[in-house]
């Protein structure tokens, strides 16, 4: 890529941003993968500020959870940031800002489909995060999170309830613990249904759920049972 085209690449995602970098190398290393550093003669990849930004992510995600829910556990929030975290959600926000079509790969890696893989996209996200904190501090990467972790939040909350309302209800109703079983896999990375999942309490199945991940389907599955189980009730 040109350097013209480096350029436009930090132009637009500083505009996705909202954010005018004072040092703009910041974020065109940002979106420098090292399959592209190593076609491009060694450039300095992304995976210092990737460091940096997860880091900066972990901060700014546990001080948001600490400071919305003040009676939660130091495992309620550990759950939570965890949850909060994970390779899905950086890779779903990633997309959101565009970085697909903006991060620098080599080309056997972008061939090989590279700018739609999680790990790539996760990774990437956290170095922008990076960049951001050194060239502005603590309070921009707050304001491009806390969006974002709200909604997260919520998801993982719901989430939570699924299962463990559930498990509640069989404890209580049958004596037993539900049990999640993987019944289908299309094999296709980012195929929002390619797991299937049911869940089963001792020999009869209750509910199945798909999903994106296993976790995913887990949940769908759980909130299928509980249907069920209402229309029971």
Sequence with gaps: ???????????????????????????????????????NGGLRTNERLEFLGDAVLDLVVSEALFAWNPDWSEGQLSRARASLVRREGLARRAREIGLPELVQLGGAERRSGGAEKDSILANAY???????????????????????????LGDAVAHRDAKTSFQE????ALQQTPSYQTIG????????????????????????GVGRTKRGAEIAAAADALERVKSQS
């Design 1 to 39: 890529m040109s350097a013209e085209g480096d350029r436009a690449n930090v132009e637009q995602l500083s505009a996705e941003l909202g954010v005018a970098f004072r040092d703009p190398a910041l974020l065109e290393r940002a979106l420098t993968h090292r399959s592209y550093a190593f076609e």
């Design 126 to 152: 956290e170095a922008v995060i990076g960049a951001l904190y050194l060239d502005a501090g603590l309070a921009p990467v707050k304001a491009q999170v806390d969006g974002w972790i709200a909604r997260g």
């Design 169 to 172: 209800w069989a404890h209580a």
């Design 185 to 208: 896999d299309t094999g296709i990375e980012d195929d929002d249904l390619r797991f299937t999942v049911e869940v089963r309490v001792g020999n009869a199945a209750w509910g199945t």
